[in-house]
């Protein structure tokens, strides 16, 4: 069974700094990209920082050049590095895996159909 289970959240003053993690089971890590989404009160979820399976990183340019993206493959770990936070960072932060991911399932590997989300850690940035 695919798991995603996020930490790190809380509650932070603006200009502060947040580190959140993921850490992912069920499938092997490598073989898919992932991402961090967040979706605040009246907005829509929207991607805030990708890294492919070749660990090529993007970020949404709202968040860039303060936020960090990375993987550590030994731990099967996602992270994303939050510096200089603002008040509009506020948010739900979930993590999830692209399209493809080689699946364990019956003693052997599939690649998914869909993405796999972990459940959401709550960030606060109050000024």
């Known amino acids: 069974q695919v798991r995603l289970v996020e930490s790190g959240g809380g509650s932070v003053q603006a200009g502060g700094s947040l580190k959140l993690s993921c850490k992912a089971s069920?499938?092997?890590?490598?073989?898919?990209?992932m991402g961090w989404y967040r979706q605040a009160p009246g907005k829509e979820r929207e991607l805030v920082s990708s890294i492919s399976r070749d660990d090529i990183t993007l970020d949404a340019d709202s968040v860039k050049g303060r936020f960090t993206i990375s993987r550590d493959h030994g731990k099967n770990t996602l992270y994303l590095q939050m510096n200089s936070l603002k008040t509009d960072d506020t948010a739900a932060y979930y993590c999830?895996?692209?399209?493809?991911?080689?699946?364990?399932?019956?003693?052997?590997?599939?690649?998914?159909?869909?993405?796999?989300w972990g459940q959401g850690t709550q960030v606060t940035v109050s000024s």
């Open positions: 069920g499938y092997i890590f490598s073989s898919c990209g």
């Open positions: 999830a895996t692209d399209v493809g991911c080689l699946v364990y399932s019956n003693g052997d590997y599939h690649k998914a159909t869909s993405k796999y």
